[in-house]
């Protein structure tokens, strides 16, 4: 009978470290975020024409001029105060995409923000890029951002 027992809360113990969850996940929190309009010329020379992907997390209008591949002509409408600007681009294998979802949690352990971003490839078969890009409010330049970029067909 003591073995029994033993064995029970040996098994009580694998099995709720089995399944329980990782600390990373205990201490992520949904962050809110403000979708932006890409299409204002604003953005344009931030991303540049080239086929490729690119990321970027920018805390001021200086750093925002700074990171622009040429020189911008539009007044860029952001408060940069109150909120960081998540703005990226993905290569496509078919052009025309669309935006399924985009989150960002907060993961307070590893002191970084992830920023989650679905897309759905076009319907024409051409490499292209697809632009993407969200507010949030001010993260410290302590702080890192992954971004996670998933393309489905």
Do not use: W
Request: net charge positive.
């Amino acid at each position: 009978m003591k073995n029994l027992y033993l064995l029970l809360s040996m098994l009580v113990v694998c099995m709720l470290t089995a399944f329980s969850c990782k600390k990373s996940e205990i201490n992520c929190s949904p962050v809110s975020l403000k979708t932006i309009d890409l299409s204002d010329p604003a953005y344009i020379p931030l991303l540049g024409s080239r086929v490729e992907d690119r990321f970027l997390v920018i805390n001021s209008k200086s750093e925002f001029l700074e990171l622009a591949e040429k020189p911008v002509k539009e007044e860029v409408n952001i408060d940069f105060k109150q909120y960081t600007l998540f703005v990226g681009k993905k290569r496509l294998t078919a052009i025309n995409g669309t935006l399924m979802s985009q989150n960002v949690a907060r993961d307070c352990d590893a002191n970084k923000y992830i920023y989650h971003v679905q897309i759905k490839n076009g319907g024409y078969t051409a490499l292209g890029n697809f632009v993407f890009g969200a507010l949030i409010p001010k993260v410290q330049n302590s702080g890192r951002v992954d971004f996670n970029v998933e393309v489905i067909d």
